[in-house]
């Protein structure tokens, strides 16, 4: 029954016309990762390669998310479902409005109500404003776990951040700690990572 309120879900959005974004796109990018994923990461928005190809995640930010998902013993094919705020890549990669967000959200308020992860990541400001609020800091609440909706959120800084300033790595890297703890304490205590 779950899997075909998913993929009903997945074809309404295939087809969404809510906002100005769905005039660029070239693909909707749904989302992707299991859908008893007990970690849910989420960033902005797609990028160029995630519009071509209509995954998340797969240009430069994406390639150092593995990574890091890698490290920590998780991955997108088991613990992490990978979705956006925005689900059509914004003109220039700018950042998604205001009114994008919110037409956009009641997607991914699905998407995490099915799959009903424990964890949810926020990668970046842009995830912290779209599903916590709107006047939140990215640099003040990073590292600090939320409960939001009966869910343990970490807030931490995008992967395009760590690109351009790899100076905030170490911070990121500390926050990807707690949230193997995390994982270990709500949902699989014997967790293997060979980083922590
Ligand atoms: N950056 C994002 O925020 N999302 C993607 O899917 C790719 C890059
Ligand atoms: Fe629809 Fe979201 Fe795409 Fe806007 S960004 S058209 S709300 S799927």
């Given at each position: 029954m779950e899997v075909n309120s998913f993929e009903r879900l997945r074809a309404e959005v295939s087809q969404c016309r809510r906002c100005n974004l769905c005039q660029g796109r070239t693909h909707v990018v749904f989302g992707e990762g299991?859908?008893?994923?007990?970690i849910m990461c989420i960033g902005e928005g797609p990028g160029y390669y995630e519009d071509q190809l209509g995954r998340p995640f797969v240009g430069a930010s994406g390639q150092l998310l593995d990574k890091i998902l890698a490290v920590c013993g998780f991955s997108r094919q088991e613990q992490v479902f990978i979705g956006n705020i925005v689900k059509c890549r914004p003109p220039q990669n700018r950042d998604p409005l205001p009114e994008e967000r919110t037409a956009c959200l009641p997607y991914l308020l699905r998407q995490i109500e099915i799959i009903n992860p424990p964890i949810i990541v926020l990668l970046g400001a842009t995830a912290l404003k779209g599903l916590i609020d709107a006047e939140a800091r990215i640099t003040r609440l990073r590292g600090h776990w939320m409960q939001w909706q009966g869910r343990w959120v970490m807030p931490t800084y995008h992967p395009s951040a760590l690109l351009r300033n790899a100076a905030l790595k170490r911070d990121a890297w500390e926050d990807f700690k707690l949230v193997i703890d995390k994982y270990r304490e709500?949902?699989?205590?014997q967790h293997h990572s060979d980083y922590h």
């Open positions: 299991p859908q008893t994923a007990s709500v949902v699989d205590p």
